[in-house]
Structure formats: structure tokens, C-alpha cells
């Protein structure tokens, strides 16, 4: 019985030495790509902790400011960005300005009860 108890221990001590290690080894990491794209006559273009980046002769050049607004940023290219509410933010070379919103966003929808339905196509 102790024996068995024993085992359970060194079970419990290594669950907890991993968890450790593991979560020690993940405090280091900065922010991923967010956006990647590639236009050719302007290069490459990525967004990587909501700042704009441009491969410019072989070098990374960062555009700006952090990319205002709180959205997730969905599509990049030369000098904009397109953020997941459909916001528009344009590089003018000292700021960022808002271009204009796509008329895109939350789809409206109507619950409905199973009998309202079955009503529906009666």
C-alpha cells in the first residue's frame, strides 16, 4: 500500500515539474504574424503586434504607430490595413487615418420557436 502511494506522488511531482517547465519556456514569446501579404510592385507586407512592416531591400521597416481600434486585423497590403469590423485605416506617412468602414459586420438574425416554423410552411 505505501508503495502504491508512493507512486502516486512522484505522479503528482511530475505533473507539476512539467507544468512548470512548460509554462516557464512560454513566457518569452512575443506576438505572432497577424497579417501577411506579398503586392508586386510594392513587396512583401505583414502586421505583427498591430504594427505595419514592409520588406524594404532585404530589412523590415516599420510603418507607424500601433494600428488603432480593437478588432482583429484581417487583410494588410501597401500602406492599410482591414480590420475584422470592416474599419479601413490607411498610413498617410504621419498618421493613421480612417478611410471608411465596408458595409459588412454581424449578420441580424431572428430566433424563431419550432412551432412558429411549423406554422410558417403549413
Known amino acids: 500500500m505505501a508503495k502504491k502511494g508512493l507512486f502516486i506522488c512522484a505522479g503528482f511531482v511530475s505533473v507539476i515539474a512539467a507544468f512548470q517547465i512548460g509554462s516557464r519556456s512560454a513566457e518569452g514569446q512575443g506576438p505572432g504574424l497577424e497579417c501577411a501579404s ?3 510592385p510594392y513587396g512583401a507586407w505583414a502586421v505583427s503586434g498591430r504594427h505595419l512592416y514592409r520588406m524594404d531591400n532585404r530589412q523590415p521597416r516599420r510603418y507607424g504607430d500601433v494600428i488603432p481600434g480593437t478588432a482583429a486585423i484581417v487583410a494588410c ?3 492599410m490595413v482591414i480590420l475584422e469590423n470592416g474599419d479601413v485605416w490607411r498610413w498617410n ?3 493613421w487615418l480612417w ?3 465596408f458595409p ?3 449578420t441580424a438574425v431572428e430566433q424563431r420557436s419550432w412551432g412558429g416554423i411549423k406554422a410558417r410552411y403549413r
Open 93 to 95: 506617412g504621419g498618421d
Open 99 to 101: 478611410d471608411g468602414t
Open 38 to 40: 506579398v503586392d508586386a
Open 77 to 79: 497590403g501597401p500602406d
Open 104 to 106: 459588412f459586420g454581424p
